[in-house]
């Protein structure tokens, strides 16, 4: 089955700056990777998604970039805020998966004034 | 805008005792899940729901679990003789179609403690 690793952890930037937060993915047929941002208590919240057919996203501060050949896709934040503090998860999912995402382990972001 | 509500919030209960974590998805919604988070650690699937059918369902999905639209605005998860390490944060989910791509929207939990 698919299996998606994500990098770092835990991440932390000041105020302004950019945030990048890295995915790989292991099934070959994934063609749905979106990308939720989780507070907490809440529940996961999509922030941007993109699809196999398309090599970039973006979406304001927010971007993201899909390499198919590498299998890997990533987050990119610039002009970080306080309020983008968050859990964010990368996903993958597969038509004919049914939609089941298969999620990432998640990544700590804390953007410090 | 149109929401996920999941009810309770946070249920305490003994091993052995069966549980039931309530969603109700977005109205128009034609397809629901379950997934669990289990503290510290990834958003894992356990059972994605479609016309009263089970569609797909995780290995973490056994006989001990099981799912149900009894109306038409509630879907359920139930847990027959939970165990300790069914401690974890259910979420469930709702999209309006199966096909990927079709975003999931995700309510604000149920935290289970199995004590």
């Known amino acids: 089955g698919e299996n998606v690793e994500q990098h770092p952890s835990t991440l932390s930037v000041q105020e302004g700056d950019s945030a990048v937060i890295k995915c790989t993915y292991s099934?070959?047929?994934?063609?749905?990777f979106p990308w939720y941002k989780q507070e907490l208590g809440k529940g996961p919240q999509l922030i941007i998604d993109?699809?196999?057919?398309?090599g970039e996203k973006k979406d304001q501060r927010i971007a993201v970039t899909l390499n198919k050949t590498a299998k890997h896709f990533s987050l990119h934040i610039t002009e970080t805020q306080p309020e983008d503090s968050a859990v964010y998860f990368c996903a993958a999912s597969f038509t004919g998966g049914g939609n089941k995402l298969t999620f990432g382990t998640g990544t700590q972001l804390k953007v410090e004034l | 805008e149109p929401e996920v509500t999941q009810t309770p919030s946070h249920q305490v209960t003994q091993m052995g005792q069966e549980v039931i974590l309530r969603c109700v998805p977005i109205?128009?919604?034609?397809?629901f899940y379950w997934y669990r988070q289990i503290l510290g650690q990834k958003v894992e699937f356990l059972v994605s729901?479609?016309?009263?059918?089970?569609?797909?369902k995780s290995e973490i999905f056994d006989d001990q679990f099981s799912v149900e639209r009894p109306d038409g605005s509630n879907f359920t998860l139930k847990i027959r003789s939970t165990k300790l390490e069914d401690s974890a944060m259910y979420f469930c989910?709702?999209?309006?179609?199966?096909?990927?791509?079709?975003?999931?929207?995700f309510g604000p939990g149920t935290r289970l403690t199995v004590l």
């Open positions: 109205s128009n919604h034609l397809y």
């Open positions: 729901f479609y016309n009263n059918e089970i569609s797909e």
């Open positions: 989910a709702s999209s309006l179609t199966s096909g990927a791509g079709d975003t999931q929207y």
């Open positions: 099934d070959s047929a994934s063609n749905y």
């Open positions: 993109i699809r196999s057919n398309v």
